[in-house]
């Protein structure tokens, strides 16, 4: 992917209902544990594939040789795993199940910086990954004078592009359940996005969505390129 594009599909294909499955009874009889809860609210993971079960940050930077398939990933999710395993990735680095709560919601932030290069930091860009798609749940990127969602649909993979500013938000009644990989992939198939850009400034999203709105007017500009060759 280039650096520019805010996401592109990926055409893989999954077992969706039996990830489904495994994802709803990891939620359901609590395998999992609060995820970034300093700027996100209702946001849980369970690692799969990574340091630990409970370990939900980092893995993308360390030792590979601490990297492993969780005992509670093997046990409970073992479609999910088998599938993950079969998938042309080079090195993995973490796999996990990320659930966002009915109301939950993912502050406005970014991951890397504009001029970051895809694999400076050991991984190619997050792969996104829709287990259950809720309506009015959206991953969001936000502009200087517009934002985008990533066009998601259960079943579907992304890569995102967490360099431009972005927020997630489950304004349903159900969970929304996502898996996020961090790997080095051989060849996938891939389609440029089409951009639907909805014009909004930066600065009219929910007022919960922001953790600090001075250091956002300081930097959207650098982090709103002119995207429209993707429109
Ligand atoms: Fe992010």
């Given at each position: 992917m280039d650096k520019k594009s805010p996401f592109q599909q990926v055409f893989i294909s999954m077992p969706i209902n039996l990830i489904k499955e495994e994802g709803l009874n990891l939620w359901q009889t609590g395998y999992h544990t609060q995820h970034r809860s300093r700027n996100a609210q209702g946001w849980h993971s369970l690692t799969l594939y990574g340091e630990g079960p409970y370990i939900t940050l980092g893995g993308d930077y360390g030792d590979s040789s601490k990297y492993h398939w969780t005992d509670i990933g093997k046990r409970m999710c073992p479609a999910t795993v088998e599938w993950l395993q079969s998938l042309p990735y080079k090195e993995l680095y973490r796999a996990r199940f990320m659930f966002l709560e009915p109301g939950g919601y993912i502050k406005i932030h970014h991951d890397k910086e504009p001029e970051e290069a895809i694999g400076e930091v050991v991984v190619d860009d997050a792969m996104n990954i829709s287990v259950t798609q809720p309506n009015n749940c959206y991953l969001r990127q936000v502009f200087k004078d517009g934002y985008s969602d990533v066009p998601f649909k259960e079943g579907s993979a992304f890569f995102f592009n967490n360099r431009y500013f972005h927020y997630a938000e489950n304004r349903s009644s159900e969970i929304r359940i996502h898996l996020i990989l961090h790997a080095k992939w051989h060849f996938l198939s891939l389609r440029k996005c089409k951009l639907k850009f909805i014009k909004q400034?930066?600065?009219?999203?929910?007022?919960?969505?922001?953790?600090n709105k001075e250091r956002l007017n300081d930097v959207i500009e650098n982090y709103s390129p002119d995207l429209s060759s993707y429109y």
């Open positions: 400034n930066y600065l009219n999203h929910g007022n919960e969505l922001y953790e």
